[in-house]
């Protein structure tokens, strides 16, 4: 490095090409470093039940979700009690954003994480420390290696009714709804485990893991492979068929129809 | 504009001469020709509406003829072995399993029924909206009347072909439709339950009714509706075109080209435009994956399930009807919550169908009409046209209640409620305000044709009055906007015996209701007198002072 800046020394200190150099080797230090800082911490995630995992997870615990959950996880009038919900709820509440609310309303809705997912982890880590739970899914059901066939009987059977044959949401009462499916293997299958918000519970009796592979691996094929027949319009069926045909199909030779005939005036 | 001359046949004709002459000795085949040849057709683009019905039912014909190539109308249970790895070694009908294979395992096959879906769905969005065009111009009126019939026939051939081939598939969002109407016909009274097994065979959904609905799809209800459609066509040619009063257009002629040469290209060329608009909307954009919606099974019911859009307003109706209008009555259950809405569908399709001969018996108007109404100089009927298409309108979104609260962050309730609410006071609203606009829209063309159009100029009189000057319209401008029918409302009469039945007294009413609020078209007299008005009353008169001072700058 110190080579690096004699040479440039030696071209003058003050050639453009020496403040690109200096950008570029600042900003490669701080990204090595952080990359082995966060390799660290990667290794550490891996074992979410160590002490100090609990331990961040309970200051950020008290710092971001006691005024709801209370102190000790027992809840209050405006959050549920978290004592056993497991690592599993806490990853896909915090994971997909939906926790912390973002506004009481009908139901929490999808936004942007609040926390890194080391940080998710030690919450989920803290929570499950205090009652036991569904933990986090085993990685071996997440593969999207199953049968996508069984997995796409299954799903129309027991999630198209609320999710839409396509995972594209659908509406429930109340100003309820369900959710367009695009989440990770891992929130899904969290999902399905934990029964979030208005979800039903879909446990190991109900759906065996392997199933619940399936039907990941059924919702990663059709995410990962283009749709057959050209762009889906949202996969919604025949209303925006409908609409599609009528404002942009007729639309389209109704505009023709009016070009014809004014050329003739 | 239609001279067409015959060319005086020649000694030296060639091949195609004595070709022709071949036939038409031996068919008379040039009197047909001559008829239909020279029909002449006036160039508004809402008179080519029901053109890009017709072609798009020539592009259905031709792509539906393909796809019964491939297609297996049998319910027979099979393992489908195609290409779709998601559907691999899935139990389904022969039916859904030939149509996965059409889409995927048949060249062009996903390409063709794209298309015939497509297809379908303008081909009854363009038979909506020249039907709309008919009504709002009032062409439906003498000679016309049986006409309108027809083309009303068409479109309930139109559903009914769009209803049975969308439930050909056998997939489980036609399924869950078959289930909808398995349920509107068990809910009629007394029979309801022998129709429906007749209907299936048996119990719900049983192995025929695939069958039985593509018979009906391929054979039946195009050979009606291709009877029909050539019926309108030559209704069509017989009435001669209707047209928009304008310069040189009467009552007594046709102002336009004749079909040949002139308009049989252009028609030609616009088959192929329509045609391309929807092999380009067949390419881009995937319509009825059936691939995702799977087999049918009776258990599974998708969030978002609809039928195609033209079936809409009969779903809509069921979603927006009250919950728990059932009686028991001689040990039989009434479902009014299925009997309601028929009904409502029931006017939906037969109060339009004889509204022409409600309207003649209203009017008691037997002139001929073959000037075309603008909306606006009909004011009731405009506005019960809107009323109507108001009512379908609500029902029409009903049938889509889920997604407006998915999209637009609502409570289905709420949704539901409003539509409910709209579906009986929206069609009385919509006539109120149509029927006010189109008065006022007369009253401001009766303004325009008397005093001419705000120019914008500003001008200052010697005296130092500002005045803005009114440009007068020329003939052709203003003809378009005085030439329409006044009507009056019926008096109430005795009739031969010196009485006056319930009947004239209820035509009285409503004719009054018809024709009692109205602006009289102006007359020629009345153009006159305003513009020698504005000499002898420019002392007096400040309310014409624009249009005074118009004409003093002129002159």
């Known amino acids: 490095m110190s080579n690096a800046t004699k040479r440039k020394n030696r071209a003058g200190r003050r050639s453009p090409l020496a403040t690109v150099a200096l950008l570029a080797i600042g900003l490669l230090s701080t990204g090595g470093a952080y990359a082995l800082i966060s390799g660290g911490t990667a290794e550490a995630q891996s074992d979410i039940n160590s002490q100090q995992m609990i331990d961040e997870g309970e200051k950020l615990f008290s710092a971001n979700c006691a005024s709801c959950h209370g102190l000790n996880l027992e809840g209050s009038e405006s959050g549920p009690s978290l004592i056993g919900v497991g690592a599993a709820s806490v990853d896909f509440q915090v994971g997909t954003g939906r926790m912390p ?114 039907i990941i691996t059924y919702l990663e094929f059709n995410r990962e492979s283009p749709s057959p027949g050209g762009y889906v319009l949202g996969s919604l069926g025949p209303v925006a068929e409908g609409l599609f045909a009528w404002f942009f199909g007729l639309g389209a030779i109704v505009a023709i129809a009016v070009w014809l005939t004014a050329k003739s005036n | 504009m239609s001279t067409t001359t015959e060319p005086k046949r020649t000694r030296t004709s060639s091949y195609t001469a004595a070709a022709a002459n071949y036939i038409d000795e031996r068919t008379t085949i040039s009197a047909v020709v001559k008829e239909f040849g020279r029909k002449i057709f006036p160039d508004h683009w809402s008179f080519m509406l029901g053109e890009v019905a017709l072609y798009s039912f020539v592009v259905i014909l031709l792509t539906g003829t393909f796809l019964t190539f491939f297609y297996d109308p049998s319910m027979a249970e099979t393992h489908y072995e195609g290409s779709y790895v998601p559907l691999k070694g899935v139990e389904m009908s022969v039916a859904m399993a030939s149509t996965l294979d059409i889409s995927f395992d048949i060249r062009g096959g996903l390409l063709i029924r794209q298309i015939h879906h497509w297809g379908a769905l303008l081909f009854i969005a363009a038979t909506g909206l020249h039907m709309l065009r008919v ?338 319209l020329d003939d052709y401008d203003r003809w378009k906007l005085v030439s329409y029918n006044d009507y009056a409302p019926l008096m109430i009469r005795p009739n031969s015996r010196g009485k006056i039945t319930a009947a004239t007294r209820v035509r009285a009413g409503l004719s009054r209701w018809f024709f009692e609020d109205r602006i009289a078209p102006v007359t020629r007299r009345d153009v006159e007198l305003s513009h020698g008005e504005h000499h002898a009353a420019a002392a007096i008169e400040g309310e014409h002072q624009s249009a005074i001072g118009a004409d003093r700058n002129r002159h």
Not at chain 2, 266 to 278: D, H, L, P, Q, S
Not at chain 2, 431 to 442: D, E, F, N, W
């Open chain 2, 135 to 472: 009504f709002f111009t009032g062409t439906f009126r003498k000679p016309r009347e049986l006409n309108w019939v027809i083309g009303f026939g068409l479109f309930i051939l139109a559903m009914g072909e769009g209803f049975t081939g969308y439930s050909l598939p056998d997939d489980l969002l036609s399924g869950n439709g078959l289930r909808i109407i398995e349920g509107l016909v068990m809910g009629i009274p007394v029979i309801g339950t022998w129709i429906s097994f007749l209907l299936f065979g048996g119990e719900f959904p049983g192995t025929a009714i695939v069958g039985r609905l593509y018979t009906l799809h391929i054979l039946l209800l195009p050979a009606v509706l291709v009877a029909l459609l050539a019926l309108h066509l030559v209704f069509v040619v017989v009435h001669k075109h209707t047209q928009f009063a304008g310069p040189g257009r009467t009552n007594e002629n046709v102002l336009g080209v004749p079909i040949l040469p002139t308009f049989a290209a252009k028609a030609g060329g616009f088959f192929f435009i329509v045609f391309g608009v929807i092999v380009v909307m067949a390419t881009f954009f995937a319509i009825n994956p059936i691939w995702n919606y799977g087999p049918y099974d009776p258990s599974p019911v998708s969030a978002g399930t609809q039928p195609d859009w033209y079936i809409g307003f009969a779903d809509g109706a069921l979603r927006l009807i009250p919950p728990g209008l059932e009686i028991e009555f001689l040990n039989r259950t009434w479902s009014f919550n299925i009997l309601i809405p028929m009904v409502a569908l029931g006017a939906i399709i037969v109060l339009p169908m004889i509204y022409p001969f409600l309207e003649h018996w209203i009017t008691r108007d037997n002139r001929e009409h073959h000037i075309a109404d603008r909306p606006r100089n009909a004011p009731t009927r405009t506005g019960i046209g809107a009323a109507g298409v108001t009512f379908y309108g609500v029902l029409w979104a009903a049938a889509s209640s889920d997604l407006i609260a998915t999209h637009f962050d609502l409570a289905m309730e709420h949704v539901i409620h409003f539509l409910q609410a709209a579906a009986i006071l929206g069609p009385v609203v919509a006539y109120l305000i149509t029927k006010r606009v189109c008065l006022a829209l007369m009253k401001k063309d009766r303004e325009i044709a008397l005093h001419g159009i705000e120019s914008g100029r500003i001008v200052k009189l010697p005296g130092g009055e500002f005045i803005e000057v009114h440009e007068q």
């Open chain 1, 101 to 214: 609310l973002a506004q009481q309303g009908p139901q929490g809705e999808e936004k942007p994480e609040q926390f890194t997912d080391e940080q998710t982890k030690a919450l989920a880590a803290y929570v499950a420390s205090l009652g036991p739970g569904p933990g986090l899914p085993d990685p071996r059901y997440l593969d999207g290696e199953g049968d996508a066939a069984n997995g796409s009987e299954l799903f129309r059977i027991n999630c198209a009714m609320c999710h839409n044959v396509a995972g594209a949401g659908g509406a429930l009462t109340e100003g309820k709804y369900a959710p367009a499916i695009d989440a990770t293997p891992a929130h899904i299958y969290e999902a399905m485990v934990i029964g979030p918000q208005n979800m039903p519970v879909f446990n190991d009796a109900n759906l065996s893991p392997e199933d619940k592979r399936d």
